[in-house]
């Protein structure tokens, strides 16, 4: 008589929960990561991220063996969160969704001003690192501004590019102000350029 292969799902049970363990852990240290990040400077330790993370020194240095590589993660991971507000806000079928989501991606840039200079003067750039999520963001962008438009709810002569590059602006402006640590500030300056989208 064959003799059966033992049962293998306990231990596709188990890596399957080391995964995903895993996998919860990472999010932890992403989401300390960027609160540190915007409250304390990027001067704060890996080690002290892991200890507010409630993990241990080891974790962050094996998802993250370098500052530059948490920078990366912590700024696609904010791309990612903004493309799912983007994706709700399409489901919505609102023609004013579209100053929604650009007012959250200068507040989120405003936040995270900091470890995006940080990512510039390591020469790195997003839509080369996560070209999809990129990608993503921008076609929801598109869409909404050509919802917007069917509405006239924003100028007729706006392109989806130049609305990029004013939120790209909104970055510099904001930076320019002094305002990164000012929610009140950066969103004032943020109403401003988004004014100008207003149909005249």
């Known amino acids: 008589m064959t003799s059966q292969p033992p049962d293998p799902a306990p231990a596709t049970r188990g890596d399957r929960e080391l995964r995903a363990d895993a996998r919860r852990n990472r999010e932890r240290v992403l989401r ?3 609160q ?3 409250t304390d400077g990027l001067g704060v330790s890996l080690d002290e991220i ?5 993990v241990g020194p080891g974790t962050v240095h094996r998802h993250f063996p370098a500052k530059e590589a948490l920078y990366l993660a912590v ?4 791309i990612r969160q903004l493309v799912a507000e983007a994706e709700t806000l399409t489901a919505a079928e609102d023609p004013e969704a579209l100053y929604s989501l650009l007012s959250r991606m200068m507040a989120n840039g405003a936040e995270n001003v900091a470890v995006k200079s940080a ?8 839509r080369t690192a996560a070209p999809d999520v990129a990608a993503d963001l921008t076609r929801h962008v598109a869409d909404l501004l050509e919802r917007a438009h069917a509405a006239s709810a924003v100028r007729a002569d706006v392109t989806a590019d130049e609305v990029m590059a004013l939120v790209a602006g ?3 402006a904001i930076r320019h102000a002094g305002a990164e640590t000012s929610r009140d500030r950066a969103a004032h300056i943020a109403q401003l350029i988004l004014d100008g989208l ?3």
């Open 75 to 78: 700024a696609i991971d904010q």
């Open 198 to 200: 207003r149909p005249r």
């Open 32 to 34: 300390t990561a960027q």
């Open 170 to 172: 909104a970055f510099a």
């Open 119 to 126: 990512l510039v003067a390591a020469e790195f750039d997003l």
């Open 50 to 54: 892991a200890r507010r993370a409630g």
């Open 36 to 38: 540190l990040f915007a």
